[in-house]
């Protein structure tokens, strides 16, 4: 029997992915805008699709910002998110420097955000997509070109 003012179980507000899908936020030093580039676009997509090819690192949806990124991502059970930002930082950067970007390129550390449930997910999503649109980016999310989805991480 449910009473009123009582937290719901956990079991039904903990409905965690196996394996964990995290939200993660990464973001530019003193908010360089460096990051929503074609070029740097396309060494995310190869870092993420590589990951997945080598190691079952799912990177799913993403946008990427002037001045930060979002994206969810999963691994099997080997995965260490910490090892897997700083080495995705570390191929950003090389092809920052290639551009002629002086370092420093990213605020140290990130955020990271464990995903409860098919809710959360979709609420967090919702935000994220809409991100271009507020800062004035774009007209409409759809045409945000720095955005997409390597592999589908949340099955309905």
């Known amino acids: 029997m449910s009473r009123p003012g009582r937290p719901p179980r956990l079991e039904s507000v903990f409905q965690s992915y196996d394996p964990p899908l995290y939200f993660v936020t990464i973001g530019a030093f003193h908010r360089q805008r460096l990051l929503a580039t074609e070029s740097v676009h396309l060494v995310f997509r190869e870092v993420a699709q590589r990951g997945f090819r080598e190691k079952s690192i799912a990177t799913g949806r993403y946008v990427l910002l002037p001045d930060h990124l979002h994206v969810f991502v999963s691994g099997p059970d080997s995965f260490d998110l910490r090892q897997w930002v700083r080495m995705l930082k570390t191929v950003v950067g090389k092809r920052l420097l290639q551009l002629g970007h002086k370092p420093e390129f990213w605020q140290r550390g990130f955020f990271d955000h464990l995903i409860r ?32 989805e390597i592999v589908p991480v949340v099955r309905p």
């Open 117 to 148: 449930n098919s809710e959360s997910y979709e609420k967090k999503w919702a935000y994220v997509y809409q991100n271009p649109v507020r800062a004035g980016l774009a007209g409409r999310a759809e045409d945000w070109p720095y955005q997409g």
